[in-house]
């Protein structure tokens, strides 16, 4: 197996070894971004000294045996929504293009001081505001099963990376389905844990109450091995839960029988593409053959998760995007010397098609004489959707849904369409207005040769049974071994 090939586990293994150095794998890495992200776009940045140095750190810890984890001299990625000290930090925005942040974010900390190399940052939605990444502001990233196709979004040029082999995994956020969704799209494993489970400090925000960051990797055992790494309290961050972090691999092995697997009716909806829908139930036998249980469930209120997702983020969109007004750092364009003109240019030049949109959405809802009727009334829904699945949770330890309603779209069958673009993660937004844990994982191929995801939810804090169920069904098949032909 070629170094790019590897997982997590099985380069660490070759790097414990003494098979190869983090030096020699992250070289390889390095030549096959080179090789391969021309046509894919999955980077914004390539950060190759930075990398390399880190990874002859990496090869003395390894070769003194110091403070050696699974993830020293591993390569990875990250999507450019988290500070990096010293490397360009730009969200997939011009309003960022120039910003090189002071400081490391939780996640860049906890990465670096388990040796991890981080190769560069990933293209995304500006601002994580997208199903597509189309509309990263340097060019949509592709899907590397085919160019003719959306990676998802918004962490589609995470995804993408781990697909091509440009990195062993990567790490995404998820606000409505912005690491699951693209891991359906791109035949990857997508862990979006629960919200707090994940420091937050130093990830540019785009909806407070619902970003959440997670791992995007080639198998299931590696989420479990990222997410150790990545879980924990952080002071920094004031949502950041105060919990035991369990050993995430350690009952992947434990498999499902007498495990309660419930199936929500509500997903299983009229308009899901058929091929979807096959491979889905196709799985619930497998997993039913593993020996679980399958049990119906019901989600009442899923119908009203779109409504409500699209006025909480972009409420929450709307007040965290107002600090980009040219004066604290980022694009600053001022024709006048007018303050007011001043911050209608920067934002105007600064910010997408998208991202004003959605800011006017927000602002909308949150002004004089229309709070009560739309943001207060949609965090009032958001609590009777959470309720459903904690009534749900009583009768079953997972839910199982699809994660997409289709494999990737192709590029531009929904840029003239917001709603319909919105509906692509009509099943993965009520997991984050309910905080929950979720993973998507492969299950099936297309007739056009697609890949299809495959949901399973948790109750809060509940990753280790999530992580169970979906390595149980990985390792009853082949899905996650299939790979693009580049």
């Not at 120039?98 to 190769?119: E, H, N, W």
């Not at 969704?181 to 844990?193: D, E, M, Y």
């Not at 080639?218 to 950041?240: C, F, Q, R, W, Y």
Request: charged letters at 20%; hydrophobic letters at 40%.
């Amino acid at each position: 197996m070629s170094i790019t090939d590897e997982t997590i586990h099985g380069l660490a293994a070759r790097l414990a070894n003494k098979e190869i150095t983090s030096v020699e794998a992250t070289t390889a890495f390095l030549e096959r971004i080179k090789a391969v992200d021309p046509k894919i776009n999955a980077y914004i940045t390539v950060a190759d000294e930075y990398a390399l140095g880190a990874a002859a750190e990496a090869d003395k810890r390894i070769q003194s045996g110091t403070d050696v984890t699974p993830l020293t001299g591993v390569p990875i990625s990250v999507k450019d929504i988290f500070c990096t000290r010293g490397v360009r930090t730009t969200c997939g925005s011009k309003m960022l293009e120039d910003f090189i942040p002071p400081y490391d974010s939780t996640m860049i900390t906890k990465l670096k001081a388990a040796g991890a190399v981080i190769l560069g940052k990933n293209n995304m939605d500006e601002f994580a505001m997208g199903s597509s990444t189309e509309n990263s502001a340097y060019s949509p990233t592709l899907n590397p099963w085919s160019t003719a196709h959306v990676p998802g979004g918004s962490s589609g040029g995470s995804a993408a990376a781990v697909a091509a082999d440009e990195c062993t995994a990567s790490i995404g956020t998820d606000t409505g389905g912005s690491i699951r969704q693209p891991a359906s799209c791109c035949g990857v494993v997508g862990l979006k844990p629960t919200y707090g489970r994940v420091s937050r400090f130093g990830m540019i925000a785009f909806a407070s109450s619902l970003d959440q960051a997670g791992p995007l990797t080639k198998d299931v055992e590696d989420a479990a091995i990222l997410l150790n790494t990545m879980a924990g309290h952080d002071p920094a961050d004031s949502t950041s839960i105060d919990a035991p972090v369990p050993d995430y691999t350690a009952k992947l092995k434990d498999g499902v029988k007498g495990l309660k697997i419930g199936i929500p009716k509500e997903y299983f909806i009229e308009g899901i593409d058929p091929e979807v829908d096959a491979s889905v139930k196709a799985a619930i036998e497998v997993l039913k053959d593993a020996g679980a249980e399958i049990v119906d469930v019901t989600l009442p209120h899923t119908a009203y998760a779109v409504s409500v997702y699209y006025l909480v983020a972009t409420a929450e969109a709307s007040s965290n995007l107002a600090r980009y007004d040219g004066v604290k750092y980022g694009l600053r364009i001022d024709p006048t010397g007018n303050l007011t003109d001043m911050y209608c240019a920067t934002r105007e030049a600064g910010f997408g098609a998208e991202v004003k949109r959605r800011i006017m959405l927000g602002t909308y809802s949150l002004s004089a004489g229309y709070y009560d009727a739309y943001y207060k009334k949609a965090s009032q829904v958001r609590t009777l959707i959470s309720n459903d699945f904690d009534a749900a949770f009583k009768e079953c330890d997972v839910i199982l849904t699809p994660t997409a309603p289709s494999p990737a779209f192709k590029f531009g069958e929904k840029t003239a369409d917001p709603l319909s673009m919105y509906l692509s993660d009509i099943f993965t937004i009520s997991c984050n207005l309910a905080g929950i844990p979720g993973i998507s994982l492969p299950c099936g191929l297309s007739k056009e040769g697609l890949p299809i995801g495959l949901q399973i939810l948790g109750r809060s804090l509940d990753e280790e049974t999530v992580l169970r169920a979906a390595y149980t069904f990985e390792t009853a098949t082949e899905w996650h071994k299939a790979k693009p032909n580049l």
